[in-house]
């Protein structure tokens, strides 16, 4: 479904300007969209080829040490890694218990402690044991860049941009300078299902494909089933679009495609499908109409996609409800959404990783309160391109308009509570909106802006390089254009491309495959403990530990407990919580925040390995930097916790 005139699949969409190389289309009216455009196969596998190869390069050398290296730390990348190889371990083994992971032994539904990846369980049915996850985990990394850029590409080009535009706000979308910051984050960066699904669904409805709608709604529930930290955004989205497009519907302000009619293109003004005079009721948004009719085969499989969505959104958001319900600390506080909250200063703050403006915006960084977080700056080059973009009638005058909505939107949400003294407008999300209150950092909402920001920013790079034209036509500079294209374009990677970090992941030690469990690893602290979730991932064993988005007093109790390791009080400890082998990890990796915001349990490494152990119902053996503990019958704690 369009505004204007539509155009069909089989009909040729280049224009002059495309024939000759430029890949820039004709202005078209700014009040009337675009003719949707007609896709080679060698355009469609060439974006998807150029993703990869930016991905690639963007990230390298990543993809010559996939299963050794990882990007950007050995934090929540590498917990991620166990995350996904869990979700396919428990699709192909014990589906009906997929969120009951072997992390938190004996907590169930521990899968729901942190955003579940839902949709990458697939990639995890080939393949078992730590290095294999590592593979599978750096595979997804660059998948998810890919995605970014293919996606965004796709979506511009329907709403009407050239290639040189498309591409240009896919590279502005893929590498954001925001996106560098939650590199280490893959459920936020894999964001290229929403530019993809409204491509897929904008250009199914126009053109009347039920295939293309189904595979927009499909695609939509799969982004969803990632994670609600870009769900719920998406979902709200959805809704805003569907109300605006109902809205139009109702007032007969939709222009339907020639194959809303069968076919047969719509009448004339004034005139029925024959030819006649028509009745001043007859045709579309005339008095007694609604607008045009819905073809039955879209509103069947509209249906459809919705109601796979809507299955997809309850069967995830159910286990984090009952989270909610059996952990206090699982709910949202205030506070803890004001700890991610962020004044202004965040628009002028970019990732101390970006080669650009890290070094540059540093004083606006250090005002804001999440330097991983509340850090927005669009970049200079996108803001410029985004704001030509505003003037350019390669969009219509309402999608321009609704774009510049959707950054401020955006940019006011992103916020959260630190716009103004009483967190509103932010505040209205948090107490009224369905979902909003288990939203942890605000922050995240800004990677829809992004794809905004990124969709003006190719109208604006093709808006230049259409202008540069006939002025290099005068001067005999006829690459002129080209080389403008090429340079914007390599501004744009220069811009948000970050720094990333490659460290070794460290592998299990032989002698620790096959030991019973539940096992815990030590030392055990928050940044540890990641570690050790990824060493599950050789055989899945029960491990009382984890990483979590919230505090859980029975898991805090018993890290506490080990401070004194091996003692009388942490053995009956370790037997009160079932816990049958303990491997002391003598030789430790630098791990971001080991020795930061938390204290390892028990401190000292060597001077634990040196007790007795002696009266303790413990046996002890030493293999290379590991001592291994049996923890035999004997006396439990006397107290429990929540």
Known sequence: MSSGSSEGPGTGGGTRSERRGLDAREEPHPGR????PTFARHELVLAALTGVLLAVLTTWPLVAHLPSRIAPDLGDPVRTAWEVAWVGHAMLHNPLHLFDANTF?????SLAFSDSLLGYGPAAFFGSGTVAAL???NLLFLFAWSLCFLGAYLLARELGLGRLGGAAAGVAFAYAPYRVTEAGHLHVISSGGLPLALFLLLRGYRHTSPKLVL???????????LGFTLGLQYCYLLGVLGLLVLVHWWRGRLTPGPAWRGGVAPPQPGTDSSGAPASPSAGQGGAGSRGPLIPRRLLVVTVIGVAVLGAIAIYQASPYLQVANDYPTAKRTIKEVKNYSSGPAAFLAASSENRVWGAATAGMRARVHSQNEDVFFPGGLILLLALVGLAAPLYTRRLRLGLAIGVLTCSILALGLGLTGAGYPYRLMYDYAPGWDGVRVPGRVFTLGTLFYALL??????????????WGERRSLRRLPALLGVTLLIGLLGEGAGHLAHPVVPQPAKAEVGLPGPLMDLPTDGAADRLWQYFSTDGFYKIPTGNSTFDIPSVDDLRGGMSGFPDRASIEKLRFYGIRTVVLH??????PGIHGYATAEPPNL?????????????????????????I???????????
Do not use: C, F, N
Not at 586 to 591: D, H, K, Q, V
Not at 609 to 624: C, D, I, N, Q, S
């Open 33 to 36: 969209w675009a003719a949707s």
């Open 105 to 109: 032994y004996p907590h169930r539904l």
């Open 135 to 137: 593979v599978r985990y």
């Open 215 to 225: 595979a927009g709604w499909l695609v939509s529930a799969w982004q969803v089933s």
């Open 457 to 470: 920013a190719g109208a604006g790079a093709q808006l230049l390089v259409l202008r540069a034209r006939p």
């Open 586 to 591: 003598l030789r430790m990796p630098r791990l």
């Open 606 to 630: 060597p001077a634990a390995a040196g007790k007795p152990v002696a009266g303790l119902g413990v046996t002890r053996r030493r293999v290379g930097s590991l001592v291994i503990y049996e």
């Open 632 to 642: 035999g019958p004997g006396p439990s704690a006397l107290h429990g916790t929540d």
